[in-house]
């Protein structure tokens, strides 16, 4: 939502959303499996939001339980985007029919 009213007043946003998200999925482990790695790899995958939320969503299907680092990062990361997209849509809101 934040990104949706910063994208509609500055158009540069939305090539700068789709460069960074390759590089995001290949270091997030769509295509691999984070207790697989070691090193540097794992340690740039935990500082990847999106590992957080894959692990969420994939402990349960493989009978597992969601590892509590990832459920509090998961959830403070949900609430943190929220109030900056609360923030956003109210100081852009009167302005966004003059941008598009």
Known sequence: M????????????QHLVTS????VVFLSPVLWVLEEREGVVRQIAMYNPFTHYIQAFRAPLLNQPVPVDSFIIMVALTVAVWVVALVVSSRMRKRLPFWL
Do not use: C, E, T
């Not at 934040?2 to 946003?13: E, P, S, V």
């Open 2 to 13: 934040a990104l949706g009213y910063i994208g509609a007043r500055f158009r540069d946003i």
């Open 20 to 23: 960074l998200q390759r590089p």
